[in-house]
C-alpha cells in the first residue's frame, strides 16, 4: 500500500445526494443494488471522472440513469470503478450491482457472517468490500435500505435509522426498510440479519419523544443483557445532562455479536458490539466486566454526536470523533463511580499502553500526517492521548467554558465532516484564547519529560519552583518545540492545609494550575510562611513524565495529607518505583535485595485506614507492575529480575502484614445478593488484594482453594484462580480449580476466555508450552479474535517472564502465530504484532531474539498492509 499524506487531501468532484441500496442476502452470494445519486461540485473540473473504491468487488451490473453503460466508459478493477463522461451540471443515478461472499470473509470488515448472523463492520474501509462507493468520511448522504432475506432463517432484519416497514416476499423470503434521514458518511452504515432474542425497553428524551430501545443477544442470553440496557439509559440520560445532547431517531438498537475485531461499533442508530461488552450476570461476569461494559456502551452512545451528528473529514482527523468520547465516557464512568479511582484506573492504563508506544517505533502524533494502513491507526495514542489532550483543553479554560466551546462545537458543527483546527476554533472563540501553542499536542508525538526542582527562601517568605520541559525525538520528528503544560499543583503545609500565595512572578497561574510554557521556566510564590511541600500535576492533569526527585519525607507528606486522592496513589507510587528498580538491580547484580520498612509501613497504614475507600487501598496495594518497572528503566531490561525482584517485596509485604490481611479478609465479605455496584466492586478488590498478599504465607494454596470453592460471583472466582494458577501452577489445587472451572463453563466462551487468559500470563518460561497446548484444546477457536486475544494476546501483551524468555522461543511462537493469521484477518495479526513496540529496550540479548523473529516475519512475501506496515516501522 502506499502512504497516504494529509496534505493531499481535496474534496471530491461529486457530491453523494442520496443512497439506496438492496440487499439480497445469501451466504455465499448476496446481491447488492447500489443506486447512488451524484452531481457534480461546483467549480471543478467538468471533464473529472467518478472514482469510487472498491476491495476484492467484482462487478455484475452498472446503469447510468437506469442505462446500462457501455464498456468504453469506464475501467474496473477489484479495486476501483472508474466512469468517465458524465453530466456537467445535472445530478444523475449510478447503479452498482454487486455480489459477494459473507461467509468467505474471514477478516470480519464489510458484510460477513457470525454463528449465522448477518453482519457488518465498515469503519474505516469496509463499506467498500459490500459495493463501489466513494468510501470516505466527507461523503455523507441519507440512505434507504431494504433488506431481503430467507425469512425462516432470518426473522431479524435491521438496518440504520427509523423503520419504515416490510413485509413477505417470494419463495419463502421477507424484506424490510429502514430509512436514516440523518447524512451519514459509509463507515456508519450497518446491516445486521438472524435469528436473535431481544431485550426491550424504552427512553423518554428530554423534549418529550419516546426512543424505543433494543439489545439483541442469541437466544436464551436475554437475562444478560440487562445491564448494558440500564447503562445505555444512563448513559442516554447523561449525555442530556451534561451535554444537552438528545437522541434524535425514534429507534436505538444494539446487536451482540461473537466474531468482531474491536469492541463495539457506532453506526446510525444499530450499535454492533463485540458480545464480550454487552453480557453480565453476577456468574459469568467480573467487576472490570461489568465496568468495561458500561463504559463501552456510553462511549459508542456519545458517538452519535461526536462522531456521527459531526463526523470526520478525513481519517487523520480520527481523534476528533474518538479522543473528544474516550474523554466523555471517562466522565461518565467518573460520575458513576468514585472520580478518584477511575482516574487511577485511566492513568495505570495510559502509563502501561500509551507511555510505551509513545516512546518506541510506533510513536505518531494524536493528529498523525500520513499513514499506510488506517486501520493501524486505531491506537491508544489516537483514543487515550487523544482523551487526554481534550481533558487539558478542559483544565486550561476551566469547565464552565469548556462546556461553553462544547456547545459551540455542537452548534457550529453539526452535520459536518470537521477538522481538528475546527474543534479548537470553538475553544478560542468561546475562551478569547489563542491556543497555537497547546495545538501541539495533537501534533508533536512523543511524552514530554518535566524536570523539577523546588527552593524556599524563609528570609523572603518565598516558594519557587523550576521546570525546565524535553520532548525525546519520534519517528519523523527531531526537533520539538516547547509545548503548553497545565500542570495542576498545591502547596501541602505542615498542618496538612494548603498554602495559598500572595503573588505569584514567573508565569501564568489561574487557581490550581500552574502553566509551564516555556522551555525553562522559574514560578515564584510570595507569601509563603513555612516550606512548603509541592504537589504536582495533580489529577494528572497533563499526560507527562516527571523528574522530581522529592524526598521521601515529602512524598509521605502527600500520602498522608493530599485532600486529592489521586495525588496520594501518585506519591505512594513515586516512593514505590525507586524501591522496586533497586531491587531489580541487586537481583540483577546478585545481591540480596535490602528489607524495605519504610515502604511497607507505609501501604500497611494505607491498607488499614478504614477511613479511606476500599477501591483506593486496592489500587495501592497492587503496587507498580513488572511492565510499570521495565518502562521506568526504559533500556536493557530482564524481565526475570523484575518479576523476582518485585515477587520478593510483595513477600515481605505480606509477611509484615499478615494480621491485616487476615481482617481485610475475614471483614470485607459483602453481605446479601451480588450487585455491581462501584462500592461493593471495591470490597471486593481490596478483600482479593488481601487474599493475594496471603498466598505468600504458609497455607496460602489451600486458602486460595477454598475461597475458589466459596464464591458467589465470577470476581471472587478469577480472583483466586488467578493466585491458584500464577502462585501455585503446579499444585493439585491449581489443577483441580482449573479442571472444575472448565467443566462449569465450558459452554460459556466468553468465561472460558478467563480461564484461557489466566494460563497464558503464568509467570515464567513453561507458559509458551501450555500456551501451544491450549492452542489444541477444543474451546480455542483460531478465526474467533476473543479467543485469540485472550490466549495469545495475553501472552504476548501480559505475561513478560513468559513472552520474553531467554531463549527467544516466545518471540519465534509470535512471528509464527502472526504469518498463521495475517492471511485470515490482517487487524488481529497487526495489532497482536504490536505486541514487539518495545523490544529494543530488552537487554541485548533478548533483544537480538526479537529482532530475528520481526525480520522472519518481514522476510514473508505475501504479507498484508496492516502487518507490513508494523513490521516494517517496528524493525526501522
Ligand atoms: N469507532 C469504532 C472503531 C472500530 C473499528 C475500527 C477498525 C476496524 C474495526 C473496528 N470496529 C470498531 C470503535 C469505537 O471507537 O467506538
Ligand atoms: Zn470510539
Not at 500520513?370 to 483543553?393: C, D, H, L, P
Not at 478569547?432 to 524563609?458: I, N, R
Not at 516558594?463 to 525525538?473: G, K, M
Not at 540480596?592 to 507505609?602: D, F, K, R, S, W
Request: net charge negative.
Amino acid at each position: 500500500g502506499q502512504i497516504i499524506h494529509l496534505a493531499d487531501y481535496r474534496p471530491t468532484d461529486f457530491v453523494l445526494e442520496r443512497v439506496d441500496l438492496t440487499f439480497e442476502l445469501d451466504p455465499t452470494a448476496t446481491k447488492i443494488e447500489a443506486r447512488l445519486i451524484f452531481h457534480r461540485r461546483e467549480g471543478t473540473d467538468p471533464t473529472a471522472p467518478l472514482i469510487l473504491d472498491g476491495d476484492e468487488l467484482s462487478l455484475s451490473g452498472l446503469l447510468i440513469d437506469q442505462n446500462e453503460i457501455p464498456a468504453e466508459r469506464y475501467d474496473v478493477t477489484a479495486e476501483k470503478l472508474v466512469i468517465r463522461d458524465l453530466p456537467e451540471s445535472t445530478p444523475f443515478e449510478v447503479t452498482v450491482i454487486t455480489i459477494i461472499n459473507p461467509e468467505a470473509n474471514t477478516q470480519l470488515m464489510g458484510l460477513y457472517r457470525t454463528n449465522g448472523v448477518y453482519c457488518t463492520q465498515c469503519e474505516a474501509e469496509g463499506f467498500r468490500r459490500i459495493t463501489y462507493f466513494p468510501d470516505r468520511p466527507d461523503v455523507l448522504a441519507p440512505y434507504t435500505i431494504t433488506i431481503i432475506a430467507d425469512k425462516a432463517a432470518n426473522p431479524l432484519l435491521l438496518s440504520n435509522g427509523n423503520f419504515l416497514g416490510g413485509g413477505n416476499y417470494d419463495e419463502g423470503r421477507h424484506f424490510a426498510a429502514w430509512f436514516d434521514p440523518h447524512p451519514k458518511p459509509s463507515y456508519l452504515f450497518a446491516l445486521v440479519a438472524g435469528d436473535l432474542g431481544v431485550v426491550e425497553d424504552t427512553f423518554e428524551t428530554m423534549s418529550g419523544n419516546e426512543v424505543a430501545l433494543k439489545i439483541y443477544v442469541e437466544h436464551g442470553k436475554e437475562p444478560r443483557a440487562a445491564y448494558a440496557m440500564d447503562a445505555l439509559k444512563r448513559s442516554m440520560k447523561w449525555d442530556e445532562e451534561r451535554f444537552g445532547r438528545e437522541y434524535d431517531l425514534n429507534i436505538f438498537q444494539i446487536v451482540a455479536v461473537s466474531d468482531f475485531n474491536m469492541g463495539a461499533m457506532e453506526n446510525k442508530g444499530l450499535n454492533v458490539f463485540n458480545d464480550k461488552y454487552v453480557l453480565a450476570d453476577p456468574e459469568t461476569a467480573t467487576d472490570q466486566d461489568y465496568a468495561n461494559i458500561e463504559a463501552i456502551i456510553a462511549h459508542e452512545y456519545f458517538h452519535n454526536w461526536t462522531g456521527n451528528r459531526i463526523t470526520c473529514r478525513d481519517w487523520f482527523q480520527l481523534c476528533l470523533k474518538e479522543g473528544l468520547t474516550v474523554f466523555r465516557d471517562h466522565e461518565f464512568s467518573a460520575d458513576q463511580r468514585s472520580r478518584a479511582v477511575k482516574r487511577i484506573a485511566e492513568v495505570r492504563h495510559l502509563k502501561a499502553e500509551q507511555f510505551p508506544e509513545d516512546a518506541g517505533p510506533l510513536a505518531h502524533p494524536v493528529r498523525p500526517t500520513a499513514y499506510r494502513e488506517i486501520n493501524n491507526f486505531y491506537t491508544t495514542t489516537v483514543y487515550e492521548k487523544g482523551s487526554e489532550v481534550t481533558r487539558m483543553i478542559q483544565t486550561v479554560l476551566g469547565r464552565d467554558t469548556f462546556k461553553k466551546g462544547m456547545d459551540v462545537y455542537f452548534e457550529r458543527h453539526d452535520g459536518d465532516a470537521a477538522t481538528v483546527e475546527d474543534f479548537v476554533k470553538c475553544f478560542e472563540d468561546a475562551s478569547g484564547k489563542d491556543l497555537k501553542q497547546f495545538s501541539l499536542w495533537y501534533h508533536q508525538a512523543g511524552t514530554p519529560l518535566v524536570s523539577v526542582s523546588t527552593a524556599y527562601d524563609s528570609a523572603s517568605q518565598t516558594f519557587s519552583v523550576s521546570l525546565e520541559q524535553t520532548v525525546q525525538a519520534t519517528p519523523g520528528q527531531p526537533n520539538k518545540e516547547p509545548m503548553h503544560i497545565p500542570l495542576g499543583f498545591a502547596l501541602l503545609l505542615d498542618n496538612g492545609s494548603l498554602a495559598s500565595a500572595s503573588s505569584v512572578k514567573g508565569g501564568d497561574v489561574t487557581g490550581e494550575v500552574l502553566h509551564l510554557t516555556e522551555r525553562a521556566q522559574t514560578f515564584t510564590f510570595g507569601g509563603i510562611g513555612s516550606r512548603p511541600v509541592l504537589s504536582l500535576n495533580r489529577g494528572f492533569s497533563a499526560p507527562i513524565n516527571l523528574h522530581f526527585e522529592q524526598s521521601s519525607t515529602d512524598l509521605l507528606h502527600i500520602v498522608r495529607h493530599e485532600p486529592d486522592l489521586f495525588a496520594r496513589w501518585q506519591a505512594l507510587t513515586d516512593l514505590a518505583l525507586p524501591v522496586l528498580m533497586k531491587a531489580t538491580r541487586d537481583v540483577r547484580d546478585g545481591r540480596q535485595p535490602e528489607p524495605q520498612a519504610e515502604l511497607i509501613a507505609t501501604l500497611l497504614e494505607v491498607a488499614a485506614d478504614d477511613t479511606l475507600e476500599p477501591a483506593f487501598r486496592a489500587q495501592v496495594l497492587a503496587l507498580p507492575s513488572e511492565a510499570d518497572i521495565a518502562r521506568e528503566f526504559g533500556s536493557n531490561n530482564d524481565p526475570d529480575a523484575i518479576h523476582a525482584a518485585r515477587q520478593g517485596i510483595l513477600a515481605d509485604i505480606a509477611k509484615a502484614g499478615q494480621a491485616t490481611f487476615e481482617t481485610l479478609f475475614t471483614s470485607l465479605v459483602n453481605e446479601g445478593d451480588f450487585t455491581p455496584d462501584a462500592a461493593s466492586a471495591g470490597r471486593r478488590a481490596l478483600r482479593n488484594a488481601a487474599l493475594s498478599y496471603l498466598s505468600y504465607l504458609d497455607g496460602g494454596a489451600t486458602r486460595a482453594a477454598e475461597a475458589f470453592a466459596s464464591t458467589n460471583n465470577m470476581t471472587d472466582t478469577i480472583q483466586a484462580l488467578t493466585v491458584l494458577a500464577h502462585r501455585f501452577p503446579g499444585q493439585s489445587e491449581t489443577a483441580n480449580a482449573l479442571g472444575a472451572f472448565l467443566k462449569r463453563f465450558q459452554d460459556n466462551a466468553l468465561v472460558l476466555d478467563k480461564w484461557f487468559a489466566i494460563q497464558a500470563t503464568i509467570p515464567g518460561a513453561s507458559t509458551l508450552a501450555r500456551v501451544k497446548a491450549l492452542m489444541e484444546d477444543p474451546h480455542f477457536v483460531a478465526s474467533n479474535p476473543n479467543r485469540v486475544r485472550s490466549l495469545i494476546g495475553s501472552f504476548t501483551f501480559s505475561n513478560p517472564t513468559g513472552f520474553s524468555r531467554a531463549d527467544g522461543e516466545g518471540y519465534r511462537f509470535l512471528a509464527q502465530q502472526i504469518l498463521a493469521i495475517d492471511p485470515k484477518n490482517p487487524q488481529l495479526a497487526a495489532r497482536l504484532l504490536t505486541s514487539m513496540r518495545s523490544w529494543r529496550s530488552l537487554e541485548p540479548s533478548r533483544a537480538a531474539h526479537a529482532e530475528a523473529a520481526l525480520s522472519e516475519i518481514d522476510k514473508a512475501l505475501s504479507l498484508s498492509t496492516d502487518v507490513r506496515d508494523i513490521v516494517e516501522r517496528i524493525l526501522k
